[in-house]
């Protein structure tokens, strides 16, 4: 069977472009509200666009969704993100090496942040292979410098004070970025043994300018996302 992969992005602007460059594009139907489905061809390689809406219960339905009705490959969770390291820069782009949920709380009962009970795991860890290759596209687009590697926190809050911030760093010091879909995709990923990977653009730092910056810098920082996503097509294909 032909490789299929599927792309998911939060808002209609991290997919507009994506989908609009699929060639024999089609906008297919899908059973729930609200959830567009392109399908067509990404650098010649067969893939399904998906905007799923934002947090982390409208990402794991379509990524649930997706997998059952096209059986991917290879899932790619696509968009924007505040950086929480410093090295990590509005415009830059961060590979997902793993991510967690930094919002699941259950302390109460001995729990460390983030952790899920009764799961073997709760950090979810991108598929290696495509992780080099999209390291490799990245190197195509962007500066080395502008390229990072690591973890990435998802919940379901916009950060944008210091103090949500500090409660993000101070339970997960090694965070490079945060949003609000990626882990909760690599989870439904993982249960399914589906290879997945996090992508993500960053559009402000997740401090109290982070609103402004959003608006300022999202448009300005998807184009080489997607530029990225385009050169990854091409070396799955190869
Ligand atoms: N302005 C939008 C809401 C954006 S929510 C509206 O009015 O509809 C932020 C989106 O970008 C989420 O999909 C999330 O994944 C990502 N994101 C970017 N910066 C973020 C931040 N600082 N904190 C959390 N998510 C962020």
Redesign the pocket.
Known sequence: MERHIAIIG??DE?VEALSQSLTSAALDSSPFQDLPVFTGYLADQKAVVVRCG??KVHAALAAQYIIDRYNPSFLINS????GLSPQVRIGDLVLGTSSIQHDFDVRNFGYAKGVIPRLATSTFTADPHLLELAHRAAKEVLAPEKIHRGLIV??D????SLEQRQEITAHFPEAL??????AAIAQVASVNSVPHLIL?AI????DNT??RD??EY?LEVIPLLNKVIHRLAALLKD
């Not at 809050?157 to 944008?160: A, E, N, T």
């Not at 970025?177 to 990626?182: A, H, L, T, W």
């Open positions: 939060a808002m991290e934002i947090g968009g924007v993100a505040g998802s919940g809050q916009f950060v944008s970025c945060v949003e609000m879909e990626g993500r559009s402000d730092q997740a982070a609103p959003f608006d999202l």
